[in-house]
């Protein structure tokens, strides 16, 4: 159109016209498409060890570029074969060489739009196995500090449970039963990533039992409104009692007051915080990882403890 007829706007050129002198134009467009597509598609499954290396882009380039050459130059001998009017020679070699720059410059359009294509599907797929393996890599840390929690929670009971035996038998028998229902749960339930809330409750109950025999009246604790429906990460109650318990001094004149209350779709342990001079490090780990579990299901989630006013409070959101 623009060769024979020197207009760039098609509009009122009748179809026919517009047909006979460009669908030669469209036909390029179209297989030069398809070239430089496959072009970064080989390259792509040639260069899988690192497909953004700069060898990479520099071959794919001038191979691009060189074919991409030929091929407007096989397009460029058909159109001035057969749909080219004759004219003046100077006129036409303009016209021709700007075609020619308007051609290489689109082959370069296409390539980069394809390649930044190309790029931001690589980044999202490497994003999301990023995601992908902190999921993994949190799994096995807090699968393998679950394996540190339960022999250091059977051996503390095993303790309790040695004085008893001498002291209450009925106790001591009810402390078995109670140790059992804990310990049964804690092994069932170790290669789940979500829980009922009402299981992780009736477990908690168990567990509460348990401390009370070890800790008498250095320990309050009180159970309000608990019926909430819901999931949480199982033993994510265990680590925190155990945090808060590790973390907190008591004593008969000034127990260790702990309150457990849902909250709408949350689940709160408040308590009275009196810090030993020193964190103890295994629970403080156990808490953080926990932390890292609750953000891999919610990104604003928070388990780790929050001051409200007098009390510490450590809330766990329902996933």
């Not at 700069?54 to 460029?76: A, D, P, T, Y």
């Not at 849902?262 to 001079?277: D, M, T, V």
Request: proline content about 3%; overall charge positive; glycine content about 2%.
């Amino acid at each position: 159109m623009y060769v024979n007829g020197n207009r760039l706007n098609p509009y009122g050129v009748p179809l026919k016209e517009f047909w006979r002198e460009d669908w030669l134009f469209i036909l390029q467009f179209f297989v030069i498409t398809y070239f430089v597509y496959y072009s970064i598609d080989y390259f792509n499954n040639t260069n899988k060890a690192n497909q953004n290396s700069s060898v990479r882009f520099i071959k794919e380039l001038l191979f691009i570029i060189i074919v991409g050459f030929i091929l407007q130059e096989f397009f460029r001998t058909i159109f001035i074969k057969f749909i080219v009017r004759p004219e003046d020679p100077k006129t036409l070699n303009a016209k021709l060489r700007l075609l020619q720059m308007v051609n290489v410059a689109a082959i370069l359009v296409q390539y980069s739009f394809m390649t930044s294509l190309r790029i931001y599907e690589y980044l999202q797929q490497k994003q999301l196995e990023i995601v992908r393996l902190q999921k993994e890599y949190t799994q096995s840390q807090f699968e393998a500090l679950k394996n540190q929690l339960n022999p250091h929670f059977l051996f503390n009971s095993l303790s309790v449970l040695s004085s008893l035996v001498y002291v209450d038998a009925d106790v001591a028998e009810e402390f078995i039963e109670k140790l059992s229902k804990t310990y049964r749960y804690l092994l069932e339930q170790r290669d789940r990533e979500k829980i009922e809330v009402s299981k992780e409750i009736n477990f908690l109950r168990a567990y509460i039992f348990l401390l009370q025999q070890r800790f008498g009246k250095k320990l309050k604790v009180t159970m309000t409104n608990v019926n909430g429906k819901g999931l949480l990460v199982p033993h994510s109650l265990l680590i925190a009692m155990e945090y808060i318990i590790s973390n907190n001094t008591m004593s008969t004149s000034k127990p260790l007051c702990i309150d457990i209350t849902a909250n709408g779709n949350s689940l709160q342990i408040a308590y009275n915080s009196n810090p030993k001079p020193t964190i103890e490090y295994d629970s403080e780990k156990q808490l953080q990882h926990l932390q890292k579990k609750y953000l891999l299901v919610e990104e604003s989630a928070s388990v780790l403890p929050q001051q409200q006013g007098e009390l510490t409070a450590i809330q766990f959101p329902f996933i």
